[in-house]
């Protein structure tokens, strides 16, 4: 029996607090009924007011004034310089031992002296009030009975702890809609007074680690540290401002500003009492499996809150992360995304989605310093992480980003605002863009910017010939380099003698739907894409790849070694997320631009809310361009003839080569053509038959593709020539 009752307390560890709320609820309500009677105009209660006032300055004391005012300075100073709990308790109990002597020992005097104040029930409640004790010690102890029901109620509840919570967000709202914006009383007494109360209202960026370290024992420390929330301040925004009224093309070209764009909507900050009724879960919910662990600071994001976790002494960080999906039913959330531990701090993260997320626009990223005061070339912004960070890249020392994720989590937008960072800070002159879009629709209206080499591809069959047009700029400008002497397009432009006709611009290439080429010509846009990732840094050519289909048929093994830097979006299955970044974690990401992202410069992803660009935006943008006139595009001849590297270029040729095959592996066989000619098997079969035809093959053996070889290297070499062609050709 005694065991059930201690398990039953350990299932309900609120039901003493609710038991001290009720009690105290119950005596608030007693004495607010009997203050609060209708006033009738010939009732005695009429000159209750000033009754109060009179009786009151009778029985306080000058002393008891004094010792009442010093206890409220005292607990005030207490808030202010400690934050502490228990100066929270001093300002409590000194304000109400004002309220006792104010009121209650008024009331009693008033119901006991017969002048009928308060009505039936002040009578009765004055009656048995002073029939117990005398007045002028009735009061003080009622109101001090229900201080110290209430503080009971909240020591002893988290429950309670979290109603006040919700009240003060209800107090916070109100407070907004009248006109003050301020997130906490905190923040509205350090705007208006200069008292700051907490870490509310600063820069996350310039802020220093929290006080307090994480203790031995959190649950053995009585005072320990409260919850530190911080609130994120708005960066202060360096705009510069285009003077588009004077362009001229002899002039020279003009960037557009961020002023072009769509300002960025005013962000709803996440309440306080939200943070802390969060937090209350995540410590009870944890506490039930007996993992003991203190939240100790709150970082809210636009998408994600992140909750940083103290584990106690002995407590592995394998016992928190193995029960998220609790912690995601405890919440109501729909997913929870557990950083083990935070990169540089001695701390759990517990990411939790708001239930309010904020849109992260483009034009607010190239307003911050940390866009505009960044030195590094072709920087993009990438979006905001979990502590409201611009986080800013550059793409010259990424040096290929690599996409990945599902239909509908961001792809797309995430292409139009990085493209639309490029735009907004480098001329034609400097950059130079390609872009291939086989879905015809995300990248065609950019046909009017006149940074582009060629037309917007569209189809899969362009592409391979511009991708070895893309190897051939890139073999001449590695000649340009050795001519020079210089070993990088940077060290090459900033040559002092060089004119400006002959410096080289950035090349950005850009694919929307990798998967789509990869389904056409498997083996010439891996072997392209591949080649350019390895040797095209140098010489200022940069890849951006995207797909919807993070399978290992579209993002082989070749392309992840040549892409260190990788953007996975929301995905299906923890395989998907391993495909892109080779770990789990973009399962569990919420979508609409919720990403992480993983580069050589960082061992961990980093979780970014992804920049959004509207149709405005874009459309401002090329207009922008537009109407500055246009370049010189590569002429479609010289693409066409641009050979593939590395393949052969026309019929004979690869002829030639099978033959090679298979005269030097003394066998022939579809498969063998395809590994070492790269081709698809449709290819490799019209070779395997001519080869036959030829007599250089013979027929197959048995159930085997294999075929034997008839004529040696020598004969194969003069019989080389297609069946189809006519022997003098």
Same mark, same amino acid.
């Given at each position: 029996?005694?065991?059930?009752?201690?398990?039953?307390?350990?299932?309900?560890?609120?039901?003493?607090?609710? @038991?001290?709320?009720?009690?105290?609820?119950?005596?608030?309500?007693?004495?607010?009924?009997?203050?609060?009677?209708?006033?009738?105009?010939?009732?005695?209660?009429?000159?209750?007011?000033?009754?109060?006032?009179? +009786?009151?300055?009778?029985?306080?004391?000058?002393?008891?004034?004094?010792?009442?005012?010093?206890?409220?300075?005292?607990?005030?100073?207490?808030?202010?310089?400690?934050?502490?709990?228990?100066?929270?308790?001093?300002?409590?109990?000194?304000?109400?031992?004002?309220?006792?002597?104010?009121?209650?020992?008024?009331?009693?005097?008033?119901?006991?002296?017969?002048?009928?104040?308060?009505?039936?029930?002040?009578?009765?409640?004055?009656?048995?009030?002073?029939?117990?004790?005398?007045?002028?010690?009735?009061?003080?102890?009622?109101?001090?009975?229900?201080?110290?029901?209430?503080?009971?109620?909240?020591?002893?509840?988290? @429950?309670?702890?979290?109603?006040?919570?919700?009240?003060?967000?209800?107090?916070?709202?109100?407070?907004?809609?009248?006109?003050?914006?301020?997130?906490?009383?905190?923040? @509205?007494?350090?705007?208006?007074?200069?008292?700051?109360?907490?870490?509310?209202?600063? *820069?996350?960026?310039?802020?220093?680690?929290?006080?307090?370290?994480?203790?031995?024992?959190?649950?053995?420390?009585?005072?320990?540290?409260?919850?530190?929330?911080?609130?994120?301040?708005?960066?202060? !925004?360096?705009?510069?401002?285009?003077?588009?009224?004077?362009?001229?093309?002899?002039?020279?070209?003009?960037?557009?500003?961020?002023?072009?764009?769509?300002?960025?909507?005013?962000?709803?900050?996440?309440?306080?009492?939200?943070?802390?009724?969060?937090?209350?879960?995540?410590?009870?919910?944890?506490?039930?499996?007996?993992?003991?662990?203190?939240?100790?600071?709150?970082?809210?994001?636009?998408?994600?809150?992140?909750?940083?976790?103290?584990?106690?002494?002995?407590?592995?960080?394998?016992?928190?992360?193995?029960?998220?999906?609790?912690?995601?039913?405890?919440?109501?959330?729909?997913?929870?995304?557990?950083?083990?531990?935070?990169?540089?701090?001695?701390?759990?993260?517990?990411?939790?989605?708001?239930?309010?997320?904020?849109?992260?626009?483009?034009?607010?990223?190239?307003?911050?310093?940390?866009?505009?005061?960044?030195?590094?070339?072709?920087?993009?912004?990438?979006?905001?992480?979990?502590?409201?960070?611009?986080?800013?890249?550059?793409?010259?020392?990424?040096?290929? +980003?690599?996409?990945?994720?599902?239909?509908?989590?961001?792809?797309?937008?995430?292409?139009?605002?990085?493209?639309?960072?490029?735009?907004? !800070?480098?001329?034609?002159?400097?950059?130079?863009?390609?872009?291939?879009?086989?879905?015809?629709?995300? +990248?065609?209206?950019?046909?009017?910017?006149?940074?582009?080499?060629?037309?917007?591809?569209?189809?899969?069959?362009?592409?391979?010939?511009?991708?070895?047009?893309? !190897?051939?700029?890139?073999?001449?400008?590695?000649?340009?380099?050795?001519?020079?002497?210089?070993?990088?397009?940077?060290?090459?432009?900033?040559?002092?003698?060089?004119?400006?006709?002959?410096?080289?611009?950035?090349?950005?290439?850009?694919?929307?739907?990798?998967?789509?080429?990869?389904?056409?010509?498997?083996?010439?846009?891996?072997?392209?894409?591949?080649?350019?990732?390895?040797?095209?840094?140098?010489?200022?050519?940069?890849?951006?790849?995207?797909?919807?289909?993070?399978?290992?048929?579209?993002?082989?093994?070749?392309?992840?070694?040549?892409?260190?830097?990788?953007?996975?979006?929301?995905?299906?299955? !923890?395989?998907?997320?391993?495909?892109?970044?080779?770990?789990?974690?973009?399962?569990?990401?919420?979508?609409?631009?919720?990403?992480?992202?993983?580069?050589?410069?960082?061992?961990?992803?980093?979780?970014?809310?992804?920049?959004?660009?509207?149709?405005?935006?874009?459309?401002?943008?090329?207009?922008? @361009?537009?109407?500055?006139?246009?370049?010189?595009?590569?002429?479609?001849?010289?693409?066409?003839?641009?050979?593939?590297?590395?393949?052969?270029?026309?019929?004979?040729?690869?002829?030639?080569?099978?033959?090679?095959?298979?005269?030097?592996?003394?066998?022939?066989?579809?498969?063998?053509?395809?590994?070492?000619?790269? +081709?698809?098997?449709?290819?490799?079969?019209?070779?395997?038959?001519?080869?036959?035809?030829?007599?250089?093959?013979?027929?197959?053996?048995?159930?085997?593709?294999?075929?034997?070889?008839?004529? *040696?290297?020598?004969?194969?070499?003069?019989?080389?020539?297609?069946?189809?062609?006519?022997?003098?050709?």
């Amino acid at each position: 029996m005694a065991r059930a009752k201690l398990a039953a307390r350990r299932r309900h560890p609120d039901r003493t607090g609710a @038991w001290f709320a009720i009690a105290s609820a119950a005596s608030t309500v007693l004495i607010i009924a009997a203050l609060a009677l209708p006033i009738l105009p010939d009732h005695p209660l009429a000159r209750f007011p000033a009754d109060v006032f009179v +009786l009151t300055l009778g029985r306080a004391s000058v002393p008891a004034m004094l010792l009442l005012l010093l206890l409220s300075a005292a607990g005030t100073a207490a808030v202010i310089l400690q934050r502490h709990l228990v100066g929270a308790l001093q300002v409590s109990l000194a304000l109400g031992l004002i309220v006792a002597l104010a009121t209650f020992e008024a009331v009693a005097d008033l119901s006991s002296g017969g002048s009928g104040a308060g009505g039936l029930v002040g009578n009765w409640f004055g009656g048995r009030l002073t029939a117990l004790l005398p007045d002028v010690i009735a009061g003080p102890l009622t109101g001090l009975a229900a201080l110290a029901l209430a503080g009971g109620a909240l020591l002893a509840s988290t @429950w309670a702890r979290g109603q006040l919570g919700r009240l003060g967000a209800l107090t916070i709202d109100a407070g907004r809609s009248a006109g003050q914006r301020s997130t906490s009383l905190a923040d @509205w007494l350090n705007a208006r007074f200069g008292v700051k109360l907490d870490d509310g209202d600063f *820069d996350p960026g310039e802020a220093e680690p929290i006080d307090a370290a994480p203790p031995a024992a959190p649950a053995e420390t009585e005072d320990a540290p409260e919850l530190v929330i911080k609130q994120p301040a708005f960066e202060k !925004q360096a705009v510069v401002a285009a003077d588009t009224d004077s362009v001229d093309e002899q002039a020279g070209w003009v960037c557009p500003g961020p002023e072009q764009l769509e300002a960025p909507m005013r962000r709803e900050r996440v309440s306080h009492g939200e943070i802390t009724e969060n937090a209350s879960i995540i410590e009870k919910t944890l506490a039930n499996f007996k993992v003991d662990v203190r939240v100790v600071e709150a970082i809210p994001g636009p998408v994600v809150t992140q909750y940083c976790i103290a584990p106690a002494a002995g407590v592995r960080v394998t016992h928190i992360t193995r029960h998220a999906d609790d912690l995601a039913l405890a919440l109501s959330a729909r997913s929870v995304r557990i950083e083990s531990p935070i990169p540089g701090r001695p701390f759990v993260g517990l990411e939790i989605p708001n239930r309010d997320p904020s849109v992260v626009t483009i034009r607010e990223l190239l307003e911050s310093p940390q866009f505009s005061d960044n030195p590094e070339p072709l920087k993009i912004a990438l979006g905001k992480d979990v502590a409201d960070h611009a986080q800013v890249r550059s793409l010259a020392r990424m040096p290929h +980003l690599l996409i990945a994720g599902s239909t509908g989590s961001g792809k797309s937008v995430f292409l139009n605002s990085l493209l639309v960072s490029l735009l907004s !800070q480098y001329t034609p002159d400097d950059l130079r863009m390609v872009l291939i879009d086989p879905k015809m629709v995300e +990248l065609v209206p950019y046909n009017h910017v006149p940074h582009l080499l060629m037309p917007v591809v569209s189809t899969p069959a362009e592409a391979v010939p511009v991708l070895a047009w893309v !190897q051939q700029e890139m073999t001449r400008r590695y000649r340009l380099l050795r001519d020079s002497g210089r070993r990088n397009i940077a060290a090459y432009n900033s040559d002092p003698d060089r004119p400006e006709s002959e410096r080289v611009p950035y090349l950005v290439v850009v694919v929307d739907e990798m998967a789509d080429l990869m389904m056409t010509a498997p083996a010439e846009i891996e072997h392209s894409i591949c080649r350019l990732a390895q040797l095209a840094r140098a010489v200022g050519i940069h890849l951006v790849i995207a797909t919807q289909r993070p399978s290992v048929d579209v993002i082989t093994g070749l392309i992840k070694a040549n892409f260190p830097s990788r953007v996975a979006f929301a995905v299906s299955s !923890q395989v998907d997320s391993r495909t892109i970044l080779d770990q789990s974690g973009a399962e569990k990401l919420m979508g609409r631009g919720d990403m992480l992202f993983n580069s050589v410069e960082h061992g961990k992803s980093v979780r970014v809310q992804g920049a959004f660009s509207s149709d405005d935006d874009i459309t401002q943008i090329i207009n922008f @361009w537009a109407n500055q006139g246009s370049s010189e595009h590569v002429s479609q001849e010289e693409i066409s003839q641009a050979p593939l590297v590395g393949t052969p270029v026309d019929d004979a040729s690869l002829y030639h080569e099978a033959v090679n095959v298979v005269t030097q592996f003394n066998y022939a066989s579809p498969a063998l053509l395809q590994r070492e000619l790269k +081709l698809g098997a449709g290819k490799a079969a019209d070779l395997i038959d001519k080869l036959a035809a030829n007599g250089i093959i013979g027929p197959r053996e048995g159930d085997s593709a294999s075929r034997p070889v008839l004529a *040696d290297r020598d004969s194969a070499a003069v019989a080389a020539k297609p069946a189809d062609q006519p022997a003098n050709a």
